[in-house]
């Protein structure tokens, strides 16, 4: 059983043909269809169910496709760490972000991680606080930057709180309270928001703030993109408490103190254990400490 055999059937199993898997892989699809065979004849089982128009895993082959991936992780892994022993960094790296991130310039900081280790690679990957969290704990993500309440903190994880920031109001132009200069909750609890789905991190620290005061709001559109949700404002569809930083970007917004604003912390969260090179580089660059 070769790692090339690996790579393979992972490339036909996410791709879904033997065509363009061969592609991705850059050899002829007759050279591709004769290693995955004989693995299959080593084996002793099919990995695959071929039709004219469609291949899919059989149950052996999606037994076999995780222990594949760990293969080829681990051995990767072991290149890396070769590699660090003579002073390189190699390998992948792989970020998870929430798109308000403002405490760190994201594109920045990876151009330089790319100038000092240019044989790493990157793979970046956005989503929600909690999600990203439970993939840091998960080992599928190796550092991960996402914003929570400041009454909490990431848990299963190591965290370093890299700023906290009160939130602003985010209305489109022509709203009424677009000319005011600050509100507070009590104002804001009058009007139509949107906001993040419920139960999430960064729906619930101005959930939590409204509550704190002894007060409700409607929130009439929930939306799992903070970039989607921006659009929504800008169609004067509802308003929206946002990170300042973030919010400053956002063209067609305009922001408003709140006087009471709801503040959450941004932090750098990364696995307990069996950080590659890539990412102890990475920790590294950003001044990131164990806490």
């Known amino acids: 059983m070769e790692l090339q055999q690996m790579r393979y059937v992972i ?13 991705r892989c850059r050899v002829v699809q007759s050279a591709l269809s ?23 895993l059989t149950s052996a082959g999606a037994a076999f496709l995780p222990a594949a991936r760990q293969c080829l992780d681990a051995a990767e892994r072991a290149a890396a760490e070769v590699a660090a022993a003579v002073g390189e960094v ?5 970020v998870g972000l929430i798109p308000t991130v403002a405490a760190v310039d994201i594109p920045n900081i990876l151009k330089e991680f790319h100038r000092r280790h240019p044989k790493a690679r990157i793979g ?21 930057f996402l914003g929570v309440p400041v009454t909490g903190r990431p848990r ?6 890299l700023a906290r920031e009160r939130l602003v109001a985010a209305v489109s132009p ?20 949107v906001d993040l789905p419920a139960k999430t991190a960064g729906r619930a620290q101005s959930d939590l703030a409204f509550t704190a005061a002894g007060l409700a709001r409607e929130v009439a559109f929930e939306v799992t993109n903070a970039d989607y ?16 930083g973030y919010a400053a970007g956002l063209a067609g917004v305009t922001t408003i103190e709140v006087t009471d604003a709801p503040a959450r912390a941004e932090y750098v969260v990364w696995g307990r254990e069996n950080r590659t090179p890539a990412a102890a580089a990475f920790l590294e660059l950003l001044g990131s400490e164990e806490e």
């Open 156 to 161: 299963g994880v190591m965290a370093r709180e």
């Open 11 to 23: 490339a036909v199993a996410e791709m879904n043909s033997f065509t363009r898997a061969a592609q």
């Open 34 to 56: 004769h290693q995955i065979a004989r693995l299959e004849t080593e084996l002793g089982a099919r990995l695959f169910e071929r039709t004219c128009r469609r291949v899919r």
């Open 229 to 244: 949700l921006a659009r929504l404002v800008q169609a004067g569809l509802g308003v929206a408490l946002l990170p300042p």
């Open 90 to 94: 190699r390998g992948r790296l792989t």
């Open 124 to 144: 970046l990957s956005v989503g929600a606080s909690d999600e990203l969290v439970e993939r840091v704990r998960q080992g599928e993500l190796e550092v991960a």
């Open 174 to 193: 022509d709203h009424p309270l677009a000319g005011e200069t600050s509100v507070d909750l009590r104002r804001l609890s009058s009007e139509v928001f």
